[in-house]
């Protein structure tokens, strides 16, 4: 990308992200959700969000429909414009964990390299891939929001999983099946691996 600002400068404060995750006592963190439309991403997020919130945790959840109501509303779903939208997301999303905020993202994020891009802008050790696994044919049965209805009717072209590419993760650090467990199911196993890892206690 071609940085189209001139003659900028980073100014460093005086409060490092150390400094804020020792006051809010946990690890500033982005745990990556991707996977097909009607996968689970946000309803698993969401139940995550909740469970670390109620156990006195800082979090926030960004989800694709969400910021596109706002921050990406300019951008449609060409390639190009998918590769920009996670981009976006992804400096915002390091934001929230330089705050020492533990932050879910819920896109699809088809392409590896840009979830590969997210990644190296943080630290080792804080972006959690999530890859939520569920059979194109059983989010297909699920279609909550009637997309894939759309996307073979022809109505929606270029729909991930359909007419257009996923790219599913290589070495995630997590896999949840979706279509063998349930929502709790699924949000345990990702706070256990968090423990596991001690990104939270």
Same mark, same amino acid.
């Given at each position: 990308? %071609?940085?189209?600002?001139?003659?900028?400068?980073?100014?460093?404060?005086?409060?490092?992200?150390?400094?804020?995750?020792? *006051?809010?006592? *946990?690890? $500033?963190?982005?745990?990556?959700?991707? $996977? &097909?439309?009607?996968?689970?991403?946000?309803?698993?997020?969401? @139940?995550?969000?909740?469970? =670390?919130?109620?156990?006195?945790?800082?979090? +926030?959840? &960004?989800?694709?429909?969400?910021?596109?109501?706002? &921050?990406?509303?300019? =951008?449609?779903?060409?390639?190009?414009?998918?590769?920009?939208?996670?981009? /976006? %997301?992804?400096?915002?999303?390091? =934001?929230?964990?330089? @705050?020492?905020?533990?932050?879910?993202?819920?896109?699809?994020? #088809?392409? /590896?390299?840009?979830?590969? !891009?997210?990644?190296? =802008?943080?630290?080792?050790?804080?972006?959690?891939?999530?890859?939520?696994?569920?059979?194109?044919?059983?989010?297909?049965? /699920?279609?909550?929001?009637?997309? +894939?209805?759309?996307?073979?009717?022809?109505?929606?072209?270029?729909?991930?999983?359909?007419?257009? #590419? +996923?790219?599913?993760?290589?070495? #995630?650090?997590?896999?949840?099946?979706?279509?063998?467990?349930?929502?709790?199911?699924? !949000? *345990? *196993?990702?706070?256990? +691996?968090?423990?596991?890892?001690?990104?939270?206690?």
């Amino acid at each position: 990308m %071609i940085t189209k600002s001139k003659n900028i400068t980073w100014h460093d404060g005086e409060v490092s992200k150390e400094d804020r995750e020792t *006051q809010l006592k *946990q690890k $500033g963190v982005i745990l990556w959700f991707t $996977g &097909l439309s009607g996968s689970g991403k946000s309803t698993v997020a969401v @139940a995550v969000e909740k469970q =670390l919130h109620d156990s006195g945790h800082h979090v +926030y959840r &960004l989800d694709g429909d969400n910021i596109r109501h706002g &921050l990406n509303e300019d =951008l449609g779903f060409s390639a190009e414009d998918r590769t920009e939208n996670i981009r /976006r %997301i992804g400096e915002v999303a390091k =934001l929230f964990a330089d @705050a020492g905020t533990i932050v879910m993202a819920s896109f699809i994020s #088809p392409f /590896r390299n840009d979830r590969n !891009a997210v990644r190296e =802008l943080v630290g080792e050790g804080e972006f959690v891939e999530v890859f939520v696994d569920c059979p194109v044919e059983v989010c297909e049965e /699920r279609d909550p929001k009637g997309l +894939y209805k759309k996307a073979r009717s022809g109505e929606i072209p270029k729909f991930t999983g359909i007419s257009d #590419p +996923y790219e599913a993760p290589e070495h #995630p650090e997590l896999i949840v099946r979706t279509s063998e467990k349930t929502v709790e199911e699924a !949000a *345990q *196993q990702i706070i256990d +691996y968090m423990k596991e890892k001690n990104l939270v206690s």
